[in-house]
């Protein structure tokens, strides 16, 4: 009789494109959720929690370098009883189903409807260095008012929010563009009507901030060699037709009445470009009257946005300092947040348009940004630990860590094997806690506790002398009534607050 065959093992990886989050990163994004949200709640947008799958059919097909609905997205067919099959796939953002969610309850939603949504969406494109298939998106958005109004509010809140996540002023620039203008010179260049010939411009002139003008000419041409050698092939313009294009993206001036000019010179007679124009120069008034200045949010041609189903105003918030990347060099750490109005997007479920702006911040790479700055810590302190040196004493223990909870503070009893004390303080130093609780049978006897400070005893311990050492006791022996307030005392001093 053969044997059965053994069933292997899972490898224990993670899937290709994704990753695991671990505690302080994970509280890092919790909190800056929190104050993003705080931000948004301010402007009076209220909070939305959509389903994370939606039809294919309601997701539409809208991502950039996508030829099927179901390809750029993680979708499965869904049969019921009959045999018919459904379409499913998880959200790629947070706009597409807030679409779907206006069209479904409008009737019982106030006009205009200012929502936020934050969670995670997932899309299936090649990852690559520090781009992965899921991740965070943080939105806020205007249903239901054409009014440039809502566009400069959502620029002015971006900027806010920036701000108060920890972004200080000119390191970071909110640039506005209109898809309209770009529209008109497409139509007064003859592609109005070719859909394919527009995308293909489209994703050509959204390589503008890699490639530069030149690279975008050769792109719109016969094509160009890219910096490993390869040669990619261009969208086949004329030079006369490209250069248009290359007019309305080198549009921006000193100031905005003379980028506005530039873009009414590379539109020509063309109304759709004028509408867009016009458009641009009320958002800019605006945002003037609110006190915000260029410093804080331009016009600038060259934001284009990739997703297809931009039809106004778009913006992009780019963080204007330097960091160096993975081999060494000095380059801007760029784009973190982008969004624009989307006029026909409920249209596809009500045959009405309904007018909609809005902004998407991408929240791990805010984050990343945050940790370049030093304004996020790269790693939190654990919690306070109290020992185990008598493990039929559990109880007592377990009172301790009881006061320290409820006076807030974050503590924890060793659950471990406590024959070994090492092994403990091993354990406090893994979960890098900020304080030890040590009480023996002697302790006890006494009245008192033994309080450890992990964090200076590692300072001593990396640095200092022996003289020092005595000089700067890093554990405490207190009564057992002051346990709460000494453990207080040391987090302060640790903060740099004592």
Known sequence: MAKPKK?????????????????????????????IAGVYHRYGFDALESSAVETVEALGKFLPDVDRPNEGVFAWQEFDEGGNGD?????YDLTAPLARVYAQHRNDLP?????????????????????YRQFYQCDADTVGTASMAADAEICAMLSDTLETVGIPRGDYLVRVNNRKVLNGVLEAMGLGEDASARDNVLRTI?????????????????????ASGAFIDGVGLSDNQAEPVIAFLTSKAA?????????????????????GIAELEQIGELLDAGGYGADRIEIDPSVVR????????????????????????????????????????????????????????????????????????AVEHGPV??????????????????????????AEVYLGNPKNFGNQLKYADRRNSPVAIIEGGDEKAKGIVQIKDLILGAKIAESATLEEWKERPSQFEVPRDNLVAKVREILASQSGQG
Not at 14 to 23: A, E
Not at 111 to 131: C, H, S
Not at 206 to 226: A, I, M, N, P, S
Not at 261 to 272: I, V, Y
């Open 7 to 35: 069933q292997p093992r899972p490898k224990a990886i993670t899937p290709k494109g994704f990753r695991d989050y671990f505690g302080s990163e994970v509280t890092q994004r919790t909190e800056m959720l929190r104050t």
């Open 87 to 91: 379409w499913m796939a998880l959200r």
């Open 111 to 131: 006009t205009p409807y200012r929502r936020y949504a934050m969670g995670p969406v997932w899309r299936n494109e090649k990852p690559g260095p520090g781009r």
């Open 206 to 226: 959204d390589k503008f901030d890699k490639v530069g003008e030149q690279g975008v000419r050769e792109l719109l041409t016969k094509g160009r060699l890219d």
């Open 255 to 275: 100031d905005t009445a003379g980028t506005l000019a530039n873009l009414r010179a590379a539109a020509g007679d063309n109304k759709t470009g004028a509408d």
């Open 306 to 377: 990739g997703l297809g189903y931009y039809t106004g105003p778009v913006y992009e918030a780019e963080l204007t300092f330097e960091i160096f990347d993975e081999k060494g060099r000095k380059r801007q750490f760029g784009s973190v947040a982008g969004g624009g109005r989307y006029d026909d997007l409920v249209k596809r479920f009500t045959g009405q348009e309904v007018p909609a702006t809005g902004i998407s911040i991408g929240v791990d790479r805010l984050l990343a940004a945050l940790r370049e700055k030093g304004r996020v810590q």
């Open 385 to 410: 630990v109290v020992t185990v040196m008598d493990r039929d004493r559990m109880a007592d223990y377990q009172a301790m860590v009881a006061e320290l909870r409820n006076a807030g503070i974050r």
